[in-house]
């Protein structure tokens, strides 16, 4: 179990509240004049991470690299489809499954469903062009074809790290593995081909000025319907499911968000807000008055994916003033506290307690799941306190302690003008296994402070950074979060768009 990386892995943050971000092509290959020209195959796929994979199944005729594109997103579509079907197949004689292999099927089902919608909602947009798009129109397009290879590496991590001794699990298994890596490596050539066809070289001055904006006030916020959750019955429900199951379902043109109050208490669910929930807004009663907890883990039978306390699939969800927590935490094989589709979670409030791990692991703190450089992901901890929680404290510096460590090849996180404290290892980061992904990921420090932040005995990489300039951490802002531009101004949740 332990060549897993995650179950090798054990992970165990205590509070997390990252901003995820979404890096503006930094790595990607951004479009160029010559777009709109025919080329061969040959030419074009020079540019995808795979090229003989890309010239595999490009088709043999001449056209212009969006004509390409959209010939690699329709087959993308296709294959989710037939992906989408197997897993219901099996899903449906499940009786040889174990409860762990069927877990694992259901996250893939769930997360194909979304594949399905993200590819067919950037055809959609993709299908009437050969112009490269509006910068907002070209983000939104660039975050779903981006989280269609994170979710299906999600399936395929699931499907991986589900052991079982029945013999059934086993071809099905290696089946799936093969026919989930195969379409990542098809899914990966329709990013690379949409960020060299349709993305703009430069944002639009609009997207880059977008400053720094405070609201304080729900008053703010268009609301279209509000209830309250409340343990001892107060409330109009007593679990946060229940709230999240009388919201709306999303329609077309719906307006507003629908707010949920959650008195303070601890709730002891699993919250999954489906992805037909758009613009629900949870808000506590503060940082560890509201906490939601939960205690599933890989042990137990849970995918790493579904052992989260709390599942977001819906777009522009907020959650404000609470605590999410996993109690599994040290002693069972790590949960993550919140996985986010698109990874847009926003939290304002930033304290990271990395806890004690079980004895002679070491902690890391994050661990980026970026596996395409042409993905648009990754976790920025901005203006966030590290501390060790009492039981890592206590433990007079014998655990080490990590920023992060390359879980994925493309990892990228950067910490900025946050409190660092003493407990992290001067080295700052450490490797995965081997010299695995060094040179890809990106990993940077810009003006922390505290005890830990000294970068002088950092890692030599070359994939990490200690950057000196504004202009280069501002792109790891909430600014650049630009999907979150669009709705964020209109939530009332406290923010600040550009460094702080
Ligand atoms: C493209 O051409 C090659 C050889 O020239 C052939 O083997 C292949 O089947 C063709 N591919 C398609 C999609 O027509
Ligand atoms: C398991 O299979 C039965 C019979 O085909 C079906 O009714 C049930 O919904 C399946 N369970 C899941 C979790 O798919
Ligand atoms: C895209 O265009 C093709 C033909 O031009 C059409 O068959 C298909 O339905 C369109 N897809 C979407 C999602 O609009
Ligand atoms: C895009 O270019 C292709 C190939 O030149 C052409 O067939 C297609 O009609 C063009 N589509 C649009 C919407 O301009
Ligand atoms: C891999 O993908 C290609 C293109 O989508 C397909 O033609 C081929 O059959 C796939 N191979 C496997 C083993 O699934
Ligand atoms: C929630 O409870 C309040 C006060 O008890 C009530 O006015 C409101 O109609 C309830 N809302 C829903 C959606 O049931
Ligand atoms: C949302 O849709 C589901 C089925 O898709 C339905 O069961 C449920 O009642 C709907 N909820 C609301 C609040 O409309
Ligand atoms: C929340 O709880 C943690 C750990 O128990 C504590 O260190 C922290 O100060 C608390 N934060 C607030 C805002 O009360
Ligand atoms: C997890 O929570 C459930 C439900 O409250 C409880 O029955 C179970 O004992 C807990 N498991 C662990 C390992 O704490
Ligand atoms: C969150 O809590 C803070 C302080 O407890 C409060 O000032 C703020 O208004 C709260 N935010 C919302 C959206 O309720
Ligand atoms: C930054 O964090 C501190 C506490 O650590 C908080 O007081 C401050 O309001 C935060 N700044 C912004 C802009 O959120
Ligand atoms: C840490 O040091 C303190 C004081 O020196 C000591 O009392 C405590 O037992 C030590 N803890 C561990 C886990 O070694």
């Known amino acids: 179990m332990d060549s897993q990386p995650f179950s090798a892995f054990k992970l165990s943050i205590f509070i997390l509240n990252v901003i995820p971000i979404f890096l503006l092509a930094s790595r990607s290959l951004a479009a160029d004049a010559s777009y709109a020209t025919p080329a061969s195959k040959e030419t074009i796929c020079k540019f995808t991470p795979n090229p003989s994979y890309c010239k595999y199944i490009l088709p043999n005729h001449t056209t212009n690299v969006c004509d390409y594109g959209r010939y690699a997103v329709r087959k993308s579509l296709s294959q989710s489809h037939k992906l989408l079907n197997l897993v219901n197949k099996y899903l449906q004689r499940n009786s040889t499954l174990s409860k762990s292999a069927v877990h694992a099927l259901q996250d893939c089902q769930l997360l194909a469903e979304l594949n399905v919608d993200f590819l067919a909602s950037s055809l959609e947009t993709l299908n009437n062009t050969n112009q490269t798009l509006p910068s907002s129109k070209a983000e939104d397009v660039h975050t779903l074809l981006s989280a269609v290879l994170t979710n299906q590496q999600t399936c395929l991590d699931g499907v ?244 992060g460590r390359p879980w ?39 003006k922390n402070k505290g005890p830990g932040s000294n970068t002088s005995s950092r890692v030599t990489w070359p994939g990490y950074h200690v950057l000196k300039k504004a202009k280069e951490a501002k792109k790891f802002t909430v600014s650049y979060f630009l999907l979150g531009k669009k709705w964020l101004p209109q939530t009332g949740v406290p923010f600040s768009g550009g460094l702080i």
């Open 160 to 403: 991986q790290e589900t052991s079982s001794s029945s013999s059934s699990w086993g071809n099905l298994q290696n089946g799936l593995s093969v026919l989930l890596s195969n379409d990542t490596n098809l899914y990966s050539v329709s990013l690379a081909l949409f960020t060299k066809g349709w993305v703009p070289k430069k944002k639009d001055e609009e997207a880059i000025t977008w400053r720094k904006q405070i609201l304080h006030n729900v008053d703010d916020v268009l609301v279209r319907g509000t209830v309250t959750v409340s343990q001892d019955g107060s409330g109009n429900f007593t679990t946060i499911n229940d709230a999240v199951t009388a919201a709306p379902n999303s329609t077309k043109g719906l307006k507003g968000y629908f707010l949920i109050y959650i008195k303070a208490g601890v709730y002891e669910e699993y919250v999954n807000v489906a992805k037909n929930k758009n613009y629900l807004m949870m808000i506590g009663e503060g940082i560890n008055k509201t906490v939601i907890t939960g205690n599933r883990s890989v042990v137990d039978g849970w995918t790493t994916f579904n052992s989260a306390t709390f599942v977001v699939v819906a777009p522009c969800f907020v959650a404000v003033n609470m605590t999410f927590r996993n109690t599994a935490g040290a002693i069972k094989h790590q949960a993550w506290t919140s996985y986010s589709e698109t990874q847009q979670l926003y939290s304002k409030t930033c304290n990271i307690y990395p806890r004690l791990p079980m004895r002679g692991q070491f902690n890391a703190i994050t661990a980026q799941g970026r596996t395409d450089p042409n993905q648009n992901t990754g976790i920025s901890i901005h203006n966030c306190t590290i501390r060790a929680a009492d039981d890592l404290a206590s433990d007079n510096g014998t655990t080490k302690t990590y920023l």
């Open 408 to 446: 994925k090849e493309y990892s990228t996180t950067i910490y900025m003008k946050s409190f660092i404290d003493g407990f992290i290892d001067g080295a700052g980061w450490n490797k995965w296994n081997g010299d695995f992904a060094l040179s890809t990921l990106y990993y940077a420090e810009y």
